[in-house]
């Protein structure tokens, strides 16, 4: 074992709780498994890998929920979708410096969490919606957050999100099931490319562990907001989440600020 029981045990709980509040809004939790793993492995592979697939056991509980309510427009995603995979399958082959990956990944997030929290404190508290938007703008979204989700080892939904909201591209409740649907396949594309490029690492039996603490996390997340929250409920608690994060990763994983 590379971690302490205590450790992992504390862990485990910090994973349980991320997934949580991540499912919550459609995200995997991506971004801060990564913050959470860096302090305690050594293995910069490890950490992307280890996140990437908690991701995907999150959002899979996650997309088969709103599948079922009938939140998940796959045809309506399709086009995010069809440019994600393969820019998220080559950004996974990047090798990029740990500090200059941190320093993206928290950037990203401060930038897409301050948008979505101007739209939602200017905008109306309605669910207003703007589709008149061409084809290609969804298209060339899908291809820069699918390469900048291989470049950081997430599934690129936390940055999404924040974008779409902001852009009232549909419902909050269908922005969130686009996201986790858009983390489930760029997740596999991530993982399709750590593999192929040799840097895939799994710690197995402290996977099997936070594996299942995120899945029970996200299991309760999901049904939480599928039954409590309102659209501007979700806006709300993705812009808090994902400002916060990307605070945290730039200033302490990236600048490597003391506190």
Not at 46 to 60: D, P
Not at 141 to 160: C, D, P, R
């Amino acid at each position: 074992m590379l971690l302490t029981f205590p450790e992992l045990v504390l862990l485990m709980l910090g994973f349980m709780v991320v997934a949580t509040l991540y499912s919550s809004v459609g995200f995997g939790g991506g971004s801060s498994y990564l913050a959470l793993l860096a302090l305690v492995f050594v293995s910069f592979f490890a950490i992307r890998s280890t996140a990437l697939i908690c991701n995907l056991v999150v959002v899979s509980g996650s997309s088969y929920l709103y599948w079922k309510k009938g939140y998940l427009d796959l045809k309506k995603f399709l086009p995010f979708i069809l440019t994600s995979i393969p820019l998220a399958f080559i950004g996974a082959k990047f090798r990029l410096s740990e500090n200059t990956f941190f320093i993206i990944l928290g950037a990203a997030l401060i930038i897409s969490a301050l948008a979505l929290i101007f739209q939602t404190i200017q905008g109306k508290k309605s669910e207003e919606v703007n589709p008149n938007y061409p084809p290609y703008v969804t298209y060339l979204l899908g291809a820069g957050m699918g390469l900048l989700s291989g470049l950081v080892g997430i599934g690129g939904g936390i940055f999404l999100a924040p974008v779409l909201n902001h852009m009232k591209w549909d419902k909050s409740i269908k922005i969130a099931a686009l996201a986790s649907f858009f983390i489930l396949v760029n997740s596999i594309s991530g993982i399709g490319g750590l593999l192929t490029n040799d840097t895939f690492e799994f710690p197995w039996i402290e996977g099997a562990v936070l594996v299942l603490a995120v899945f029970i996390g996200g299991q309760i997340g999901i049904r939480i907001s599928l039954s409590k929250l309102t659209g501007n409920g979700i806006k709300v608690v993705t812009a808090i989440l994902v400002l916060i994060v990307g605070v945290r990763v730039l200033l302490v994983n990236g600048l490597q600020w003391d506190f």
